[in-house]
């Protein structure tokens, strides 16, 4: 049974930077999609970043393009999502997810079939 694990959350000033963790246990990159998620308090949760597990081809929202960066690390099972000039408006609690289809089908949560339990992010102005 799949797990994953998110970790790197935290409390920033506007402009900084975070690095999200997510270690998947019992998983497998080859054939799948992992992503990030984010929902802040009252709003629906949105896809943030995606990846394919073997292709490394990534997707991302406008939201953050320029600013974040996914990757993975296969040999370790581990998810990545580099944050850099942190908004205010980027605080949420942040999700890792995956799916067993490739990222070109999948966006939707309701698409993925394992979710951490979500790290929060902070940012303050």
């Known amino acids: 049974q799949v797990q994953l694990l998110e970790s790197g959350g935290g409390s920033v000033q506007a402009g900084g930077s975070l690095r999200l963790s997510c270690a998947a246990s019992?998983?497998?990159?080859?054939?799948?999609?992992m992503a990030w998620f984010r929902q802040a308090p009252g709003k629906e949760r949105e896809v943030v970043a995606r990846?394919?597990?073997?292709?490394?081809?990534?997707y991302d929202t406008e939201s953050v393009k320029g600013r974040f960066t996914i990757s993975r690390d296969n040999a370790k099972n581990a998810l990545y999502l580099q944050m850099n000039s942190l908004k205010p408006e980027d605080t949420a609690m942040y999700y890792c997810?995956?799916?067993?289809?490739?990222?070109?089908?999948?966006?939707?949560?309701?698409?993925?079939?394992?979710w951490g339990q979500g790290t929060q992010v902070t940012v303050s102005s």
């Open positions: 019992g998983y497998t990159f080859g054939s799948s999609c």
């Open positions: 997810a995956a799916s067993r289809r490739l990222c070109r089908w999948v966006e939707n949560p309701g698409d993925f079939n394992y």
């Open positions: 990846i394919d597990t073997f292709s490394s081809a990534t």
